[in-house]
Nanobody, 118 residues
C-alpha cells in the first residue's frame, strides 16, 4: 500500500528557510515523477515543484523559482523541498504527491504546515 509521509514544516520568519521531507513507501519510488503541492486557506491546491523520476529535470511555479529546490534520493526513498527566502505568501499546507497512470490515481501525503510570519 502506497504511503507518503511529509515532515519539516513549522513557523519561520519572513526571509527564513525550511526543508521539507517526504518519505515514500509501498511503491516503486524511483519510477515516478514526484511533486510538491501547497494549499493556502481559501485557495486551490497548486503544484509548486516537480522532479522527474530520474531526478534529471525539475520545474517550479513562477512564484518560487530561484528560492525553492526540489530533489529526490531514491535509495532513502525521500523527496525534499529546500525553501529559502520564504515569504508570508508561501504559507500553507504542503503535500508531496505522485500520479500513477496505470490506475489514474494521484497519491497524497497527509501534509505538513508551513507558516511564514511577516
Amino acid at each position: 500500500q502506497a504511503q507518503l509521509v511529509e515532515s519539516g514544516g513549522g513557523l519561520v520568519e519572513s526571509g527564513g528557510s525550511l526543508t521539507l521531507s517526504c518519505t515514500g513507501t509501498g511503491f516503486s519510488f524511483g519510477a515516478y515523477d514526484m511533486n510538491w503541492w501547497r494549499q493556502a486557506p481559501g485557495k486551490e491546491r497548486e503544484m509548486v515543484a516537480n522532479i522527474t523520476h530520474d531526478g534529471a529535470f525539475s520545474n517550479y511555479t513562477e512564484s518560487v523559482k530561484g528560492r525553492f529546490t526540489i530533489s529526490k534520493d531514491d535509495i532513502r526513498r525521500t523527496l525534499t523541498l529546500q525553501m529559502n527566502s520564504l515569504k508570508p505568501e508561501d504559507s500553507g499546507m504542503y503535500y508531496c504527491s505522485y500520479y500513477r497512470r496505470i490506475n489514474g490515481q494521484r497519491y497524497w501525503g497527509q501534509g505538513t504546515q508551513v507558516t511564514v510570519s511577516s
